[in-house]
């Protein structure tokens, strides 16, 4: 197969495998950066941290797995690191959940990608860290809470939150008149 090919070029330490491993994974590894960062110049940042670690981690790599998801889950864990870990050990949330029926708002249908990403930007740190990771990475809370250093029910607490908060962007966008 063409990529285990590149993987053992790269490890070899073969610059034109590098170059190409880079160039193949480079567009899918940014969009899984952009989501975790507050603009595009910190994205770079984070992807570019995060091919370092990719690079070195190869070594290690035992082909289990899709790759796509080893290499996203690098980008994931460097984007991390770069919260601050004051803001996740003292943002501890009760067990308290919101199961309160909601009504889909128009404005769903008019949303696109990058205004829903700049909605969950708004979100507070911890919180739109945890939706990423559970609604558009689809990690597990227990993966999560291991990724960020704090339990699985601060984890679900955070979803919770954060999916009230979106909701309530959401509604707030609806009262907002667009002219054009």
């Given at each position: ?11 070899r330490g073969e ?23 507050v603009d595009r ?137 667009f002219y054009g």
């Open positions: 197969m063409e990529i285990t090919r590149l993987i053992e070029g790269c490890k610059s034109h495998s590098q170059r190409k491993l880079f160039d193949l994974y480079t567009p899918l590894l940014f969009s899984v950066s952009l989501r975790y960062a110049g910190q994205a770079k940042d984070i992807l570019q941290d995060a091919w370092i670690n990719i690079f070195n981690g190869l070594m290690k790599y035992k082909h289990q797995g899709k790759l796509e998801g080893w290499m996203s889950r690098i980008v994931i864990n460097t984007a991390l690191r770069k919260l601050s870990a004051k803001e996740i050990q003292n943002a501890v949330y009760t067990t308290e959940f919101y199961n309160a029926p909601t009504e889909e708002p128009k404005v769903l249908t008019e949303l696109h990608y990058d205004d829903l990403l700049r909605l969950v930007n708004q979100l507070p740190e911890v919180s739109r860290e945890v939706f990423k990771m559970a609604a558009i990475d689809g990690l597990k809370h227990r993966e999560i809470a291991e990724l960020m250093g704090i339990e699985e029910s601060t984890s679900r607490a955070h979803l919770t939150r954060a999916r009230k908060k979106l909701q309530e962007l959401i509604k707030d966008l609806e009262k907002v008149e």
